[in-house]
DNA sequence: TTTATTTCGGATATTTTTATCCTATTTATA
DNA sequence: TATAAATAGGATAAAAATATCCGAAATAAA
């Protein structure tokens, strides 16, 4: 469904909310060894999330990864998920058609569009703050 | 969402779906040209769909691919991506945890469960049969 | 201003997925 | 039985995704 890039960005998404929460930075280091990913590669979609502005960093000492703790709740899964798979889940045909709309469909077309669509509304109404609080409170986890 | 691998075994078994009821077995030369797909890649997605006996083959001079055609209302969209991706968008955890259940969830198994669901309904009662008649009666294409 | 710390970003390596090529095996028909 | 037409399947190749490494740039504090 998602990349394995996206899946850590979720998460690393979720553990910086949490530390932001707190008023806390944190560095890819921390994030990868709490969400168990590849340091190195978590570092380089943490840098992917900060172009697109979903996250933020500060350099040099003191630094680390952030969010606006206001904006928390603002902050939803689909805009993580654009930012590294990009939005081809969105609009990109089930079956890989170049062209595939209402007017020349995919055999799956009209099918594929109720997950498409409950996708999309889960992935657009679910916050980072939602997530984060889940974690928290232990109701759910970032690693098995 | 599907592999690429995925994609083709789809459009492939719909095509056969279409000549098996018409009675005409077509090799992967054939169906590489109507799906827009490299031919022995498809060929071997063919195998996999045979020894998973989703489709069968017929050797030697005047074989070819062909499904049987009082099966093909029983045959399911689930089956075809079960024997090409696994089992894995059914049952594995949307952000990839090894270990992910109602005990152990990750952050979105209950937001992920609808769209899973959605999904599951979806492949489990699309038939064969159907995706072809829409393609033989022009509603759809297998090809842009 | 120097130092230690931290993200940034380019280069490279590994693994997986996608794709190709060639030979063996099977089978209907002449 | 010989031949031509098919699928089966192993060996490679190419491309994309995943992962690692290292030096450059930025920054807070001593």
């Known amino acids: 469904m998602f990349s394995k890039a996206c899946e850590y960005g979720i998460k690393a998404s979720i553990f ?3 530390n932001s929460y707190e008023g806390k930075r944190v560095s890819p280091k921390e994030i990868a060894k709490e969400i168990n990913s590849p340091q190195a590669f978590t570092a380089k979609i943490l840098q992917a999330l900060v172009r697109h502005k979903v996250i933020n960093s500060v350099k040099g000492a003191y630094g680390g990864f952030e969010v606006n703790k206001n904006e928390l709740k603002y902050i939803k899964l689909s805009q993580i998920v654009k930012a590294i ?3 081809n ?3 990109g045909c089930g079956l890989g058609l170049e062209k595939c709309d209402e007017n020349h469909p995919c055999p799956v077309h009209e099918k ?3 997950v498409r669509n409950e996708l999309k509304h889960m992935l657009e109404n679910t916050s980072l703050e939602e997530l984060a609080m889940d974690i928290k409170s232990g109701i759910s986890f970032l690693k098995a």
Chains 1, 2 share one sequence.
């Open 16 to 18: 910086i909310a949490i």
């Open 85 to 87: 798979d990009g939005d």
């Open 89 to 91: 889940i969105y609009n």
């Open 112 to 114: 594929f569009k109720d």
